[in-house]
């Protein structure tokens, strides 16, 4: 059996675990990563905590295999390069050559992507895009991640920056994004696009609402989907809303790509048939006639604890 | 020396030719396309020709060369069944399997696909796109069409049909398309989109125009760039707002693909800088900062007569 090292790389939380090529998660630990103001003192300390979650499994993997690499998946991260360049949600400015000095520590091959990309390749070798060749895969937290797969290859682009669907500009001189500009998609469909959402919805209307008993600042997407459960006017509103604004930047991203399947995942897809209906309704009447009913819209089939780490190692064995 | 058999099927007229594979086109022909009302009729004419055209040719192809295939770009065609499917501004309806049609003629293989990626992959091989393995096409004609490359190899998609950015929904609710949406991105930045701007131009303001000239239906594209040329404010401000909305659709692609270069092509770029200036100058205002300076817009290297016969004989040679 063959097994690779994955980590999982968040703005607050680093995950990594020891995952085996059929996907199974045989041990896992995690750390800060807020932390360490500097780079340097974090990759001592995690792969300090890799050579431990190493020792502690060393006789189950001497026992039936060997660990053939280390994958990555992190915030503005540099495929070509194996570098983090300039991540807004990382205290690390500029340009880490965070592969490169982790691979100082292993006789390993190391490789870096994106998170979002980690996930799209961890649902082609363990997930839902199985046997796929033309997919994409789109993560709805705070912002909106996307990888993309054609021809059975991820799209890292030119620079290793691909798969910005998030800003997509979707309306000009629309919502501010944290990028600079105006109107991207990650500013309507995403987490936090949901909670802006409501807080508008609430200033322009009269309509009573669970939501308006609380502090704008207690306003989570979490608490729309709970609201929403309970039949609140408001929330589902901001539901169909997202879900239209999604099914636009999706039926763009379609007419380029033309994929069998989207995988939805993240925070804001806990909230299942509320945000995936919308969505798939406003889908297909936004999708040009050719992509009609071509395309599925799935949820997820390695989301839980581990996903992230998953689709980080599964790079090592996709690669 | 190796040759490809191109095919070039417009509306109106198509296009045959010999092409080496250095991208030279020994010889060429053309009939009409809309003087068949039916597709077995119109095949057995088209393959007439080429095998006169090959007869012709025949000592230069024996002493120096085999013909290895031919190569079809055509409106709605699907690269994996060789079919032209209901094609708009093409008389025979239905799915046509245009490519076994034609091989029941000739004792080679025949690929077929649509013209922007028989562009796109003319370039890769022959022109503007050498030795890139990221980049795209944009034809800016009565429609606008376009081809994906991305690592290396044409964005087919699952359907066949990727690589319609045209149909990209650019402005919600904005202007009437022919595909029965509203707001795609061909509305705007083709050859028959610039008219409807200037059209709109003229009704919502004073200024003068020789454009206010002429019968709105004498007006064209090709009007507008003379226009233009003579410091006309209209067909300028016109331009300038083409190539702005032109720009927006090309950032909104490049945060998908990260492109190396976008190739233009097609009857609006001969309006050059025109077209050229204000598209570049919004598209790097509008690209996501990532990608800013990273992407280079170009015209194509292998525009005039042979063109599209060119890119259809590439695909005989890239496949």
């Given at each position: 059996m063959k097994y690779a090292i994955g980590i999982d790389i968040g703005g607050t939380n680093t995950v990594f675990?020891?995952?085996s090529e059929v996907g199974e998660c045989i041990?896992?630990?995690r750390m800060r990563t807020d932390a360490f103001d500097d780079a340097e003192e974090y990759v001592r300390v995690l792969t300090a905590g890799i050579q431990v979650l190493l020792r502690s499994n060393a006789e189950?993997?001497?026992?039936?295999?060997?660990v053939i690499g280390i994958g990555i998946?992190?915030?503005?991260?540099?495929?070509y390069k194996g570098t983090v360049e300039n991540a807004p949600n990382l205290k690390w400015k500029g340009v880490i050559p965070l592969a490169d000095m982790i691979k100082e520590f292993f006789n390993l091959p190391v490789v870096l992507t994106n998170d979002a990309n980690a996930a799209a390749i961890g649902?082609?070798?363990f997930g839902a895009a199985k046997g796929m060749k033309d997919f994409f895969v789109i993560t709805l937290g705070t912002g909106l991640g996307s990888g993309f797969v054609a021809n059975g290859k991820m799209i890292y682009g030119h620079t290793g920056f691909a798969g910005e669907l998030g800003h997509m500009i979707i309306f000009e001189n629309g919502r501010m994004c944290g990028c600079g500009r105006k109107g991207c998609l990650e500013t309507y469909a995403s987490a936090t696009g949901i909670v802006k959402t409501v807080k508008k919805m609430l200033r322009n209307s009269n309509e009573e609402s669970i939501l308006r008993d609380m502090d704008f600042e207690e306003i989570t997407s979490k608490k729309i989907y709970e609201a929403a459960k309970k039949g609140d006017k408001i929330a589902l509103d901001a539901f169909?809303?997202?879900?239209?604004?999604?099914?636009?930047g999706l039926a763009n991203a379609v007419a380029i790509t033309s994929p069998e399947a989207i995988i939805l995942l993240g925070g804001l897809t806990q909230s299942g048939d509320y945000i995936f209906n919308p969505a798939k309704k406003y889908f297909e009447e936004y999708l040009l006639n050719n992509f009609k009913g071509t395309v599925k819209l799935l949820p997820?089939?390695?989301?839980?604890?581990n996903a992230a780490v998953l689709g980080a190692a599964a790079m090592v064995f996709s690669d």
């Open positions: 675990g020891i995952v041990a896992e630990d189950a993997l001497e026992r039936d295999g060997e998946g992190a915030p503005n991260g540099n495929y649902e082609m070798i169909d809303y997202t879900g239209k604004i999604l099914a636009l997820s089939a390695i989301s839980g604890k």
